[in-house]
């Protein structure tokens, strides 16, 4: 079945460390990638999205994320995290094929300690 | 221009009622998207409205029902409710239907369900 999987639950960093979230999917055709983030109390927002080329996409805020069809994965990073960057971080896909919708991991709670 | 909206924000029900919830896209988009998060499962689809029909639907049991209105205004009812059904259920919006509009969607603030 086709799915997005986040491994890691909760992050807790210290500002100024370097941030890597991983996603992995499950699924053999073209993938449409996406990281949304839902900072607390504030609406989802996209921060990134890849659909073809580049397989290093660059986002809002600093944050990147780098497609590797191999792994199957679109880990997401950022090279200095802010106290202002803890949120909810989830990793969605549209797989083509699969009905044009959204497919979201679990989730990854981030938290930047000063 | 005013985001997307949803009324209630918050709300309390009790196992075997029913429950409609409100949204209201953005200006001039005409594509509404429910999404149904929970601690457990995260964020799931559950169905998506362009020009008062249902275009796509999430795995959901058909307690769950949408609709939308000629003013692109979208309801979702959900009939029964069970202590499961207790989640955050966000709205997002779409110039057009989410796969022509190149997967653009903006989200709404949610309603928040709790079902006792």
């Known amino acids: 079945a086709q799915s997005v999987s986040q491994h890691n639950h909760h992050v807790i960093l210290s500002e100024a460390a370097s941030l890597e979230l991983g996603c992995n999917y499950s699924y053999g055709g073209t993938v449409n990638l996406f990281w949304y983030v839902q900072y607390p109390g504030q609406h989802l927002q996209l921060l990134l999205k890849?659909?073809?080329?580049?397989?290093l996409v660059k986002g809002i805020k600093g944050f990147e994320a780098e497609f590797i069809k191999s792994k199957f994965s679109f880990n997401l990073r950022k090279p200095s995290v802010q106290w202002s960057d803890t949120a909810e971080y989830f990793c969605?896909?549209?797989?083509?094929?699969?009905?044009?919708?959204?497919?979201f991991g679990t989730g990854t709670q981030l938290k930047v300690e000063l | 221009k005013a985001g997307v909206t949803q009324t209630p924000r918050y709300l309390i029900k009790t196992r075997g009622q029913q429950v409609t919830l409100s949204c209201s896209p953005i200006s001039g988009h005409r594509s509404v998207s429910w999404y149904q998060q929970t601690p457990g499962q995260g964020l799931q689809f559950l169905f998506e409205?362009?020009?008062?029909?249902?275009?796509n639907k999430g795995n959901f049991p058909g307690r769950f029902s949408g609709r939308q209105f000629s003013n692109s205004r979208s309801e979702m009812n959900v009939s029964t409710l069970e202590l499961g059904d207790s989640a955050l259920y966000l709205c997002?919006?779409?110039?057009?239907?989410?796969?022509?509009?190149?997967?653009?969607?903006?989200f709404g603030p949610g309603t928040r369900l709790t079902v006792t």
């Open positions: 890849y659909f073809s080329g580049d397989p």
């Open positions: 969605a896909a549209v797989f083509t094929g699969g009905g044009n919708k959204l497919t």
């Open positions: 997002a919006s779409s110039p057009r239907p989410f796969a022509e509009a190149g997967y653009e969607q903006y």
């Open positions: 409205y362009f020009s008062e029909t249902q275009r």
